[in-house]
């Protein structure tokens, strides 16, 4: 683990505590200590698919069944994890920025809705929510926590128990049209949402300190943030337990899990302490 007395630790402090914008991508490894799997490694399997493999629309067009019994999986999953320390340490630095009047932009790939249970409020989910379903006829989309989803999936998903299809008719359906739903999330090949990536695009030109979290930096277009950011001349700061495509363009590399280093590298400084308690 990166040690956090080092030089490397001190001018990421001084720079963050000048920040009047600071932009945050996180991805799967931020919630891996609450122990939510991660989409590639060893973790990403669910039976013997790859994650990667039941995230496409091509998945779910050949079997509706199994990739809804992937995302039932999750979504019973998540209702026993909770955020970790990183999540909490974004969601307080948010806060801290704002009261001092400066911005803090959190831009997630995660679907899990940690960020917003931590308290994050300036956030961009930028590949959709779990909780969230879509109908592949009218488009109509809404929240849903509903346990199970729908009958049919009632003690289905289990990672290591396959059961028999499920009929389309059976599966989770439109309250308005009656049609198919599917998971409100963006799967590979899809484009995302436009005022998302516009919105995302103007913080990326406006942020003067950029923070990449636990994401493998391989899924675009999160992927080519840290090099487009870096080509501006804004410091990058990478924290992830290992390298990744966006390290050699990072100013910073700290290494470890996010959930021990963001208390610290995150923290209030001195002065921040004393303006509070005064
Ligand atoms: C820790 C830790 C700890 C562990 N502490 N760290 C340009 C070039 C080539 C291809 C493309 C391109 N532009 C678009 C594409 C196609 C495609 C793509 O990127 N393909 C690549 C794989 C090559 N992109 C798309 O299709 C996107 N759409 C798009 O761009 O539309 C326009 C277009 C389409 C086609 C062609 C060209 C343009 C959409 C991407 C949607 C991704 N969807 C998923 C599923 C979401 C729903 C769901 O969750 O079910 O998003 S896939 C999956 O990957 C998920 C994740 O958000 C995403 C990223 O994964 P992430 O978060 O990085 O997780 P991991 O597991 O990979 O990494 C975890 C990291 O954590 C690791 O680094 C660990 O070390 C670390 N870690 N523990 C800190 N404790
Ligand atoms: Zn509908």
Same mark, same amino acid.
């Given at each position: 683990?990166?040690?956090?007395?080092?030089?490397?630790?001190?001018?990421?402090?001084?720079?963050?505590?000048?920040?009047?914008?600071?932009?945050?991508?996180?991805?799967?490894?931020?919630?891996?200590?609450?122990?939510? *799997?991660?989409?590639?490694?060893?973790?990403?399997?669910?039976?013997?698919?790859?994650?990667?493999?039941?995230?496409?629309?091509?998945?779910?067009? =050949?079997?509706?069944?199994?990739?809804?019994?992937?995302?039932?999986?999750?979504?019973?999953?998540? =209702?026993?994890?909770?955020?970790?320390?990183? @999540?909490?340490?974004?969601?307080?630095?948010?806060?801290?920025?704002?009261?001092?009047?400066? =911005?803090?932009?959190?831009?997630?790939?995660?679907?899990?809705?940690?960020?917003?249970?931590?308290?994050?409020?300036?956030?961009?989910?930028? @590949?959709? =929510?779990?909780?969230?379903?879509?109908?592949?006829?009218?488009?109509?989309?809404?929240?849903?926590?509903?346990?199970?989803?729908?009958?049919?999936?009632?003690?289905?998903?289990?990672?290591?128990?396959?059961?028999?299809? #499920?009929?389309?008719?059976?599966?989770?359906?439109?309250?308005?049209?009656?049609?198919?739903?599917?998971?409100? +999330? +963006?799967?590979?090949?899809?484009?995302?949402?436009?005022?998302? +990536?516009?919105?995302? &695009?103007?913080?990326?030109?406006?942020?003067?300190?950029?923070?990449?979290?636990?994401?493998?930096?391989?899924?675009?277009?999160?992927?080519?943030?840290?090099?487009?950011?870096?080509?501006?001349?804004?410091? +990058?700061?990478?924290?992830?337990?290992?390298?990744?495509?966006?390290?050699?363009?990072?100013?910073?590399?700290?290494?470890?899990?996010?959930?021990?280093?963001?208390? #610290?590298?995150?923290? *209030?400084?001195?002065? &921040?302490?004393? @303006?509070?308690?005064?």
């Amino acid at each position: 683990m990166t040690s956090m007395t080092g030089p490397e630790f001190t001018e990421f402090r001084e720079l963050f505590a000048k920040a009047r914008s600071v932009l945050v991508l996180t991805g799967a490894g931020i919630s891996a200590e609450s122990g939510v *799997p991660t989409f590639r490694g060893s973790g990403g399997f669910w039976r013997t698919y790859q994650a990667t493999d039941l995230a496409t629309p091509e998945a779910f067009k =050949r079997s509706p069944s199994l990739v809804w019994e992937f995302y039932q999986y999750r979504r019973e999953l998540m =209702r026993t994890k909770e955020p970790n320390k990183g @999540h909490f340490a974004l969601a307080e630095a948010e806060k801290r920025f704002e009261s001092e009047g400066k =911005r803090f932009v959190l831009v997630t790939q995660n679907i899990d809705g940690l960020h917003r249970q931590a308290g994050s409020q300036n956030l961009i989910e930028m @590949h959709g =929510r779990l909780f969230t379903t879509r109908c592949t006829s009218c488009g109509f989309t809404e929240d849903n926590y509903d346990s199970p989803i729908c009958e049919a999936l009632r003690n289905r998903g289990s990672p290591d128990q396959a059961g028999a299809e #499920i009929p389309i008719k059976d599966l989770p359906s439109c309250r308005q049209c009656q049609s198919l739903v599917r998971p409100n +999330v +963006v799967w590979f090949g899809e484009a995302l949402d436009r005022d998302i +990536v516009k919105k995302i &695009d103007e913080e990326i030109a406006k942020c003067d300190l950029f923070l990449v979290i636990g994401t493998s930096a391989v899924v675009y277009p999160a992927a080519a943030y840290a090099s487009w950011i870096a080509r501006r001349g804004v410091p +990058v700061a990478e924290i992830n337990i290992e390298s990744t495509p966006s390290t050699s363009v990072s100013t910073f590399h700290f290494e470890g899990p996010s959930g021990e280093l963001l208390p #610290i590298l995150l923290a *209030p400084t001195t002065d &921040d302490k004393s @303006h509070k308690d005064s």
